[in-house]
């Protein structure tokens, strides 16, 4: 987000850091956040893609432009049309863009909510069915910060 302070190399340090440390499955890494959090996990797979096998941005906007570098991680994104904190526009215009760019992203949006879905979102069936189920096909690249 424009005059923001961002986190994201940091987060990216603390993933490889981890990687160090713990058996992770570099193949099922998954990336989630909410609002700010779902700008952030655009933000991730448009710098990042080759570290995460899906994310699920809820209430989020990311950079349409990045959406050919990203249409190899599995999007299920989540939005309320009713939104006032974030416009809904930021996930549809990404979907658009992740299908332009032949990626295949999953899309719901709630017609009657508003920026509170959390609590609908981790209801959703199936979701993490879907999500556990998310695996990157290559070894992926190691990230530099």
């Given at each position: ?56 941005p809820v ?80 070894q992926p ?5």
């Amino acid at each position: 987000m424009a005059n923001t302070p961002s986190v994201a190399s940091l987060a990216i340090e603390a993933i490889l850091s981890l990687d160090k440390v713990y058996s992770i499955d570099p193949q099922r890494r998954y990336v989630s956040g909410v609002s700010r959090g779902g700008y952030g996990s655009w933000h991730m797979i448009g710098e990042h893609p080759e570290l995460f096998a899906a994310a699920i941005p809820v209430c989020g906007e990311g950079n349409p432009d990045q959406a050919q570098r990203m249409k190899s991680v599995s999007v299920w994104a989540f939005h309320g049309a009713k939104d006032r904190n974030v416009p809904v526009s930021g996930s549809r215009d990404m979907v658009r863009a992740l299908k332009k760019a032949g990626g295949t992203p999953r899309y719901t949006e709630y017609p009657e909510a508003d920026h509170s879905i959390w609590e609908e979102v981790i209801k959703t069936p199936g979701l993490l069915d879907w999500l556990f189920a998310q695996k990157q096909a290559n070894q992926p690249i190691r990230a530099k910060i």
